[in-house]
């Protein structure tokens, strides 16, 4: 049992990893200029990290969700 729980939390640190990287390499085509006074500042960057990583739990929790549904479905039938 622990064994899974081991494998299970590496798939979703994976998981994660993986979303995030494709959340910031599409944060990255945003125009945050259009919306911000200094968009080079270190406001700025530490607004795309927030905005990235809230990003990131929103789509992997979503993820790992419709995962835990899809393999509970099983026990429907």
Do not use: C
């Not at 945003?30 to 968009?39: G, Y």
């Not at 990290?49 to 026990?75: D, E, G, K």
């Amino acid at each position: 049992m622990i064994d899974s729980l081991g494998q299970q939390s590496l798939f979703n640190i994976l998981i994660s990893l993986m979303v995030l990287t494709v959340v910031w390499w599409s944060v990255q085509s945003f125009k945050f200029e259009l919306f911000l006074t200094n968009p080079n500042g270190a406001k700025a960057k530490a607004l795309m990290v927030i905005i990235t990583i809230a990003l990131t739990h929103l789509v992997t929790s979503f993820l790992l969700s419709y995962l835990n549904w899809s393999t509970m479905l099983r026990h429907l039938f």
